[in-house]
């Protein structure tokens, strides 16, 4: 059994489960805002003693490692049943993080709407996201790309020719 699953026994809110994630719990983060439906998506990422770089600022790997399921995971919540997963993360880091950096991430209608229409004519899909992190002083700090792969349950891709 995966944690997911181990923390999902214990009948607690998604915002619960996500914090109680070993890496994340290990990381400190806190919950700000999380819509049920994962619509919105607001977590604080603590400047600590282990996530403080040489410089003093946040290590990105912190940045990248919390930032990395946040879309794949709201995907997830929008097509049950299907499997996603992130194909693609660019992170460009902007302004270095001193402070504590807050994670926001909005899932638009119209993006819904566009990936539904995609499902329903491809079988699949390949959204982007973009969503950043800010610091305390509501500075932008580094920018996140998102591509997620959706595909059905028992998806397989076609076989392409070489020719």
Not at 13 to 32: D, E, Q
Request: charged residues 25%; aromatic residues 12%; hydrophobic residues 40%.
């Amino acid at each position: 059994m995966h944690w997911p699953e181990i923390l999902s026994l214990f009948k607690l809110r998604s915002a619960h489960r996500l914090k109680y994630y070993p890496p994340f719990w290990l990381m400190r983060i806190k919950i700000l805002e999380m819509d049920p439906l994962w619509k919105i998506v607001r977590i604080r990422l603590p400047l600590t003693r282990l996530s403080k770089n040489p410089g003093g600022g946040m290590f990105g790997g912190f940045q990248a490692s919390l930032a990395d399921p946040i879309a794949a995971l709201a995907c997830s919540k929008a097509f049950p049943g299907c499997e996603v997963w992130t194909r693609h993360l660019q992170i460009d880091f902007i302004r270095e993080g001193r402070t504590d950096l807050d994670l926001h991430f909005n899932f638009s209608e119209q993006q819904l709407a566009d990936i539904t229409e995609e499902m329903q004519k491809r079988g699949r899909a390949n959204p982007v996201f973009e969503y950043a992190f800010y610091d305390q002083q509501a500075q932008l700090c580094t920018q996140v790309t998102c591509r997620v792969a959706i595909r059905p349950e028992g998806y397989v891709p076609p076989v392409s020719k070489k020719g």
